[in-house]
C-alpha cells in the first residue's frame, strides 16, 4: 500500500499500542553496523508502512545513486561534478577517475604531505595550533577535536571563525607566535572571514609567517600569494564539498592534535560505514532507513524540524556539524530538474546534548503540539546517560495521558531513534558522521534535489562584496 494511503492510518496509531500488539518491537526495528546501532522502534510505523517504505526506496533506486556517488558519476548535477568524500577514507588503492584521470594518487600524496607537516610541527617546539576556518572548513575539525578530549594529546588547539578584532584577541590571548603554528583552511582562499583573520595572523606572526603557517585550499597560488610557502600548502578539491571534507587535509587539526593514528582511525570507521552503505540490504541498511524514516516524517507526519540530542558532553558540536551538514545539503526550493518544489524538503536540525536538553527544550518535546521528530545518541559504557536517555524515550513514547492532574498529563507518540554506539572513540565518530552524511545524500535522492550545491549562499556573499557600510 502506498504511503499516501496509510498516512490516516498512522495518525491513528499510538506507540503505545503498537508496543503493546508487538512486545518484542524494539529487537524487530532495530539494525546495526560495527559499533552503530540504529532503534527505530520508536517511530510511528507499522509492517505495512516498513513495506512501503522499502518499496519507495526501490523506486528512487537509491542502491543505484549510491554507486553512482561512490564510483564518481557527476552526482552534483548543477555544477557538473562529482562528489566524492567517500575516496578519502578508502584506504585501498583501487582507482577512481574524475575526468579520466585517477584521483587516488592525488589522496595519498596529500595525506603523506599532512603527515610529514605533523611530524615537523611536532619536532619544532610548537605548543599550540591556532585553526582559522569556517562552515565546512570549521565544524568537522572542531567537532572531531573536541569528541576526543579524552585521549593523550600532542598539541593544544584553538579555532577561530569570528571575523572581529575581539574574537581574534581572545583567541591568541596566551599564545606565543614562536610556539604557535596558524592554519588558514579556505578552499578559495577567498572566503571573507577567514582571509580577515589570516590577515590579522599574519601580522601576529610577523616573520615567523613562512615557518609557522599552514593552508589547506584549491588555489595554491593565492595561498603562495599570501606568503605561505610551497611545502606548507595542502590541498582541496572540486569534488569534496566544504561541509563533506573533514576526511581531507582539512582534517590536519585533528591529526596534529591527536596524532595520525586517531586521524587515520577516524577515517577508518567512516570507511566502514560506507562499506555497510554499499553492501548492505536496504532493510539492513542504517542510512537508507534513517532517511526513509525522516522523508516519511516531513512529508506524511509535517515534521519541520528535527532534534539531534546527543548524550555526551564530548559531542557538544555535533549538532552545529549535523545543522550545516543537512540544512546546506537539504535547504533546496528546485528539484534536480530546475522545477519550484512546493512540498517541505529537508527539516530544520536544532538541539543540545542531553542533559542541556532536558533542562532547556524537552518540555516542548512532551506537551507541545509540534511533531518534533528526535535522533538520541548515547554511548552504552555511560550507564547514568543510558538511564536519562532511555527515561525520555519511554516518556515520549506512552506519555501519561492518565494523571490525576490535567496539565501534567503527556500524549506521548513523539516519534524519535536511538542511535546508540558501544563507546565514543575515533572509530565510532567516524561511523556516526559517515551516517549522517549519507543518511542526508539519501534525503535528498528522495526528496529529488541536489545535495551538493549552496547557491543561496553564493547570492548574499557576491552582494557582501557590494554593500557599502
Avoid at 516531513?298 to 548524550?311: C, K
Wanted: hydrophobic share 40%.
Amino acid at each position: 500500500m502506498p504511503l499516501s494511503k496509510l498516512k490516516d492510518i498512522l495518525n491513528t496509531s499510538h506507540l503505545r499500542d503498537l508496543f503493546m500488539r508487538a512486545p518484542k518491537r524494539s529487537q524487530q526495528l532495530q539494525i546495526s553496523a560495527h559499533e552503530l546501532t540504529l532503534d527505530f522502534s520508536h517511530q510511528r510505523i507499522t509492517e505495512r508502512t516498513l513495506e512501503a517504505l522499502l518499496d519507495l526506496a526501490d523506486k528512487n533506486q537509491l542502491n543505484q545513486r549510491v554507486t553512482e556517488m561512490v564510483t564518481g558519476k557527476n552526482v552534483n548535477a548543477s555544477e557538473n561534478r562529482p562528489a566524492l568524500h567517500t575516496a578519502l577514507r578508502d584506504p585501498s588503492s583501487n582507482p577512481i577517475y574524475v575526468n579520466e584521470a585517477d584521483v587516488k594518487p592525488e589522496i595519498h600524496a596529500a595525506f603523506e604531505l599532512m603527515r610529514t607537516l605533523c611530524k615537523s610541527v611536532w619536532q619544532s617546539g610548537i605548543t599550540d595550533v591556532l585553526v582559522l576556518g569556517i562552515g565546512g572548513s570549521y565544524w568537522g575539525s572542531l567537532c572531531a577535536c573536541e569528541a576526543f578530549r579524552n585521549l593523550p594529546k600532542r598539541l593544544n588547539v584553538h579555532f577561530l571563525a569570528d571575523m572581529e578584532a575581539e574574537a581574534f584577541n581572545h583567541a591568541t590571548h596566551g599564545l606565543r607566535p614562536e610556539k604557535t603554528v596558524v592554519i588558514v583552511i579556505s578552499k578559495s582562499f577567498k572566503t571573507i572571514e577567514t582571509l580577515t583573520n589570516a590577515k590579522r595572523a599574519k601580522t601576529w606572526l610577523g616573520p615567523l609567517l613562512k615557518a609557522h603557517c599552514i593552508a589547506v585550499t584549491a588555489d595554491k597560488n593565492a595561498a603562495e600569494d599570501f606568503g605561505i610557502q610551497d611545502t606548507h600548502i595542502l590541498p582541496m578539491w572540486p569534488w569534496v564539498g566544504g561541509r563533506y571534507s573533514v576526511w581531507s587535509s582539512v582534517g590536519i587539526p585533528i591529526a596534529l592534535c591527536y596524532g595520525i593514528a586517531s586521524f587515520q582511525e577516524f577515517l577508518n570507521g567512516a570507511h566502514l560505514m560506507d562499506q555497510h552503505l554499499i553492501h548492505a540490504p536496504t532493510k539492513n541498511n542504517l542510512p537508507m532507513m534513517a532517511a526513509l524514516l525522516t522523508f516519511l516524517n516531513t512529508r506524511f507526519f509535517d515534521a519541520h524540524t528535527e532534534a539531534i540530542i546527543p548524550y555526551s558532553a564530548r559531542l557538544s558540536h555535533f549538532v552545529p556539524y549535523v545543522q550545516q551538514l543537512k540544512m546546506e545539503s537539504l535547504g533546496k526550493n528546485r528539484d534536480n530538474q530546475g522545477q519550484l518544489i512546493t512540498e517541505p524538503t529537508g527539516p530544520v536540525v536544532w538541539g543540545q546534548t542531553g542533559l542541556h536538553a532536558q533542562h532547556t527544550f524537552n518540555q516542548i518535546l512532551h506537551q507541545g503540539n509540534h511533531c518534533i521528530p528526535i535522533d538520541f545518541i548515547i554511548p552504552m559504557d555511560t550507564p547514568e546517560l543510558v538511564k536519562s536517555c532511555f527515561a525520555q524515550s519511554d516518556a515520549l513514547t506512552h506519555g501519561d495521558e492518565e494523571h490525576e492532574l490535567l496539565h501534567a498529563r503527556t500524549l506521548g507518540n513523539q516519534p524519535h531513534n536511538l542511535l546508540k554506539i558501544d563507546s565514543l572513540t575515533p572509530k565510532t565518530l567516524g561511523l556516526l558522521m559517515a551516517f549522517y552524511e549519507h543518511k542526508t545524500y539519501l534525503l535528498a535522492c528522495l526528496f529529488n534535489i541536489n545535495a551538493f550545491d549552496q547557491f543561496g549562499i553564493e547570492l548574499a556573499k557576491k552582494i557582501h562584496e557590494q554593500v557599502q557600510v
